[in-house]
Structure formats: C-alpha cells, structure tokens
C-alpha cells in the first residue's frame, strides 16, 4: 500500500486492514485512483500467491470508491476507520493502539510513511495537534465515538459505505455542476450515476418551468394532462434521459403510463395544444 502511495503520489488520510477486506481514505492529487488500484491489488495478489504458492483471483468483485468532502466529511471517515477494529470485535477500544493494520498504530510511532496524513483526523476531532498531549485526546475522544458517537454504531458505519460521495449537498451539486463528472466512470457507482442524472432532470424541469411561466405549485394545482405538462414532458424526454415515473411525479401527471401516452401523442401530432407549447421549448437543449 505505501509503496503505491509512492508510486502514484497519494496522500493517505487513514487506512484499516481487517481479515477479509481492508478500507483506504486516499487523496489522489494526480487524478490516478483506477491505475494505483489496479497496480496495488494485482501485485499484492501476485506476491500473495508468490508466497503461499496458490493461483487465482485473490479479491472478490472489483473495490468500491466514495468521493468524500474535504474537512468534517473526511474525519468521519478516518475516525470509523480506526475504530473498525473494535466494531469488529478484534480488539477493545482501550487497546486499539495496538492494532499494528491501521494509520491509528502508526499514530503512535515517531516514524511514519511520507504518504501518511494523521493530521487529518487530529484536525478533525477538535483541532488537535499531533502531539503527546493531542494523541492522548484522540484516543479519548474515540473511546467516547465507540461508547456514545456515530463513529461506533455498526449502523452509521453501514451507511457510510453507500451512495457515490460523503459529505453536503452543497459538495454533491458542485461535483456534479462544476466539474461535469462522467457518468460512467468507474469510480462512481449506481447511486452517483442515478443522482447526476436526477440533478440534471431537475435543472431541466426548471428551465423548462421559467420558460413557460410555470411553477412546481402549477404543476400541483393544474389538471394532470394540461397541454403545457405535455408539452414539457415530452421535451424532457426528447432532451434528457428523464424517464416516466420520474416525469410523473415531478409534473404531477398521474401514471408513468400516461406521461407516455400523452409524450407519444405530441410525437405523432395528435395533441395541437400541447405540440405548439413544444416547440416553443426549443430553448430547452439540457442533455444527460
């Protein structure tokens, strides 16, 4: 791991290897997580098969990567990092000092790998300073996570492994608005694609809506086929990958059935009121 940090310069925030996965909170300033990974795994899995004289797959499935919001975000995650050990019942948090697997360990240690960073979780449990005194209050302050904080409920530590990014909405719009993430990266995951996608349809809708002097409370109040609910469905549909119960929910048309039946009607020319207010939306061009 520390050798590919090195090759691949990353920063390694916190890390914990458990018995049959391990768990990384990496920053990768040169854009390079899919090459690192793919050069740490499949070297360790060769030297592990080099030693032990076995051949095969070593890791199940390919790994699963989080973006993470720099700052609280990010301590969270170093902190439920630490403690899994003591989730995991392999040792007492009294003891978690001596779990050799883990950046806590190397917290303790005048020397330490240059890609390591303790700082981060120092910083992000009050400020604290790596220092005798400011080690000390780390500890005490991830005895009191295990006994009484969300670091050391199984249940928070679950949620915290889903979804595609860890942190505000704020961090989750920008990532999505300013930085036109791709969405079939492989660094991203089911969720992330579908809440991209989600957040373009809405950006739509809203175009949509300014352009015909509409508003959602429209939407609530006007019937559910009113021609200009037509008209934006099926321009949604012709410009986005926005599908029907989506449509249907957010226009307040009925069934996905009919959001369908009425955006086909428009197509095929049988819906005049509604087909005039579509192409009144050309101005509406918002791809996903």
Not at 60 to 78: H, W
């Amino acid at each position: 791991m520390f050798e590919a940090c090195e090759k691949s310069g990353w920063l390694l925030h916190a890390f914990v290897v458990m018995n049959n996965h391990y768990h990384l909170a990496l920053e990768t300033p040169e854009g390079n997580l899919v090459a690192g990974m793919q050069w740490l795994q499949a070297t360790f899995a060769n030297r592990f098969n080099r030693l032990r004289g076995e051949r095969g797959h070593l890791f199940q499935g390919r790994y699963k990567s989080l973006l993470v919001e720099p700052g609280a975000a990010l301590g969270q995650v170093c902190h439920y990092l630490h403690l899994n050990p003591v989730r995991a019942g392999l040792v007492t948090v009294d003891d978690l000092p001596t779990y050799r697997a883990s950046s806590y360990w190397h917290l303790w240690q005048k020397k330490r790998p240059a890609c390591l960073r303790v700082e981060t979780a120092l910083a992000e449990a009050g400020g604290l300073a790596d220092t005798p005194a400011g080690r000390q209050a780390y500890a005490r302050f991830l005895a009191w996570q295990a006994a009484e904080g969300p670091a050391g409920k199984t249940k928070a530590y679950v949620s915290m492994s889903r979804g595609w990014a860890l942190g505000t909405k704020d961090f989750k719009t920008a990532l999505i608005n300013d930085h036109a993430l791709a969405e079939t990266s492989r660094a991203w995951e089911k969720t992330g694609v579908r809440e991209m996608r989600e957040a373009r349809w809405e950006k739509a809708l809203a175009v949509g809506l300014a352009v015909l002097e509409k508003s959602s409370a429209d939407a609530t109040a006007e019937r559910k086929s009113a021609p200009w609910k037509i008209a934006l469905a099926a321009k949604l549909k012709q410009t986005t990958q926005a599908d029907n119960r989506w449509l249907a929910e957010h226009l307040h048309m009925g069934t996905p059935v009919a959001v369908s039946h009425h955006a086909g009607q428009v197509r095929r020319g049988l819906n005049p009121a509604a087909e005039k207010l579509w192409r009144e939306l050309r101005i509406l061009n918002i791809k996903t």
